[in-house]
């Protein structure tokens, strides 16, 4: 029973912070720590959890293909619209590629450094929500991209460069994607959105990568705690991203940046 309560918290937390800037990695490495520090959970290995920690994301990407079918489906007889809908597509591989290629070739490395150092998790809680903060107070100038057909190529690729430092645990992927598409001339909702769909085929690819990496060979009761994991986080994943798409037509991500400055200082003085 301890697993199952330490799954469906992470679920829960996965599904709360993966689409909102404030890092669901990071968020899931804290609260697995203070769990596990209170719980006996020998059931719970190291290379499960690694495994677990990538693959709940699952959930959330069907969350997204769920709520934004009818805007990314490309299977649509309407040959405008098909045209459309495969300009969309091909922007979000282009914008994936810079996290496809670093990603397999820094995973290990990252996973060793980085999965789990709480100071660099702290750290990077705190700065990334300075700048959260200061893109957001200071970008003062009129978005120039306020649908996908402005959104170039060039700047599809330089989004994906921002989201490859979320790799570092605590950065948050659609923080950095959304930082660096407010940076580069997006309107808040469009910058959301894009993060949402880069997401997709970047945390998709996370989750075969770590699975290959990691084998299958999990027992049953490994199995169904993934499966649990991410049904629970597919279901908050749907809920939060409603609400953030309601949240930001009229509020900007200021909150989180200070949230995730609170967050950080309390982490460091606790370590």
Same mark, same amino acid.
């Given at each position: ?11 829960? *937390? ?39 920690? =990538? ?16 805007? =990314? ?12 809908? !495969? ?8 914008? *994936? =590629? ?60 330089? =989004? ?6 979320? !790799? ?92 995730? *400055? ?10």
């Amino acid at each position: 029973m301890t697993a199952f309560i330490i799954i469906a918290i992470l679920s829960i *937390v996965e599904g709360i912070t993966e689409f909102i800037p404030i890092s669901s990695t990071g968020h899931m490495i804290l609260v697995e720590k203070f769990l596990t520090s209170f719980m006996v959970t020998s059931e719970l290995n190291k290379k499960f959890m690694d495994t677990f920690l =990538i693959v709940v994301q699952f959930g959330a990407i069907l969350a997204v293909v769920i709520c934004f079918w009818k805007d =990314i489906n490309p299977f649509i007889k309407d040959k405008n619209i098909f045209k459309e809908r !495969m300009s969309l597509w091909s922007k979000i591989i282009v914008g *994936v =590629i810079p996290a496809g290629v670093i990603g397999i070739l820094a995973d290990d490395y990252i996973s060793k450094v980085f999965m789990d150092n709480i100071t660099i998790i702290a750290i990077t809680l705190i700065f990334y929500g300075v700048i959260l903060i200061f893109v957001e107070k200071k970008i003062t100038k009129e978005a120039t991209v306020s649908n996908f057909s402005q959104l170039t190529y060039k700047i599809a690729f330089i =989004i994906g460069f921002f989201q490859c430092l979320a !790799m570092i645990p605590g950065t948050s992927r659609s923080g950095a994607t959304i930082i660096g598409a407010l940076l580069l001339g997006l309107a808040r909702p469009i910058a959301a959105e894009f993060s949402f769909f880069l997401a997709i085929p970047t945390m998709a690819g996370a989750t075969l990568l770590k699975l290959m990496k990691n084998g299958l060979d999990f027992n049953s009761y490994e199995w169904l705690l993934m499966f649990v994991g991410t049904f629970i986080s597919f279901v908050v994943a749907y809920v939060v991203i409603k609400w953030f798409m309601a949240y930001i037509k009229s509020k900007d991500f200021v909150f989180f940046g200070i949230y995730r *400055v609170i967050l950080g200082i309390i982490v460091l003085f606790l370590i």
